[in-house]
């Protein structure tokens, strides 16, 4: 069994800066690309950021400069640094790992959100 777990979201004004943290643990044989999803009210979740386990990094255009993206692999966990907080950025946050419980699966997991919001 793998567990997914975020943390540090809240309430942050405008320009100012958050960092969020997911660790996986469980269950793992390895550990692939690890990415960051937000969904705000009323809109389809998206993607914000991935690294690849070689340390490749990808960026929604709409955090690019702003955001960044970093992993533990020896923790087995994700962080993304987040500047330059805009209104819009407010959404629930979700880290998404690619897990390979066992050496013949490979699954993708959710972790359970934390909330950000981005407000005077």
């Known amino acids: 069994q793998v567990q997914v777990v975020e943390s540090g979201g809240g309430l942050v004004q405008p320009g100012g800066s958050l960092r969020l943290s997911c660790a996986a643990s469980?269950?793992?044989?390895?550990?692939?690309?690890m990415a960051w999803y937000r969904q705000a009210p009323g809109k389809q979740r998206e993607l914000v950021a991935s690294?690849?386990?070689?340390?490749?990094?990808n960026y929604a255009d709409s955090v690019e400069g702003r955001f960044a993206i970093s992993r533990d692999n020896n923790k087995n966990t994700v962080s993304v640094q987040m500047n330059s907080l805009e209104p819009d950025d407010t959404a629930v946050y979700y880290c998404y790992p690619e897990i390979s419980p066992t050496m013949w699966r490979r699954d993708k997991y959710w972790g359970q959100g934390t909330q950000v919001t981005v407000s005077s």
């Open positions: 690294i690849a386990s070689s340390g490749t990094t």
């Open positions: 469980g269950n793992i044989f390895r550990i692939y690309t």
